[in-house]
């Protein structure tokens, strides 16, 4: 009888552990999906250095001609504008 019993709590174990995972899995679906959307409707920008995706209206951004690029952080936006610098501009010889 005892064998019964701990096989009943194993397996009733083991369809909450199961619950627990699939739900945990659909909140991390659902939550690429959203960032996905965000990104399919326009709202979200990728960003040129590192490539991660920010918000349109982000407030790191430089405008190059006609053209607003936005950034993730101060440092991918330093390293853009190193780079358009050029080494003449950069201090470098």
């Keep these: 009888m005892n064998l019964t019993k701990l096989l009943i709590v194993f397996i009733c174990g083991f369809v909450v552990w199961k619950l627990f995972m699939g739900d945990k899995r659909y909140k991390q679906n659902k939550t690429e999906e959203k960032a996905e959307n965000l990104q ?17 209206n982000s407030d790191i951004r430089v405008r190059q001609g006609d053209v607003i690029l936005n950034f993730c952080s101060y440092d991918c936006r330093e390293t853009y504008l190193k780079r358009i610098q050029g080494p003449e501009e950069g201090g470098q010889a």
């Design 40 to 56: 399919a409707t326009g709202e979200m920008v990728k960003d040129p250095v590192c490539g991660a995706y920010v918000p349109k």
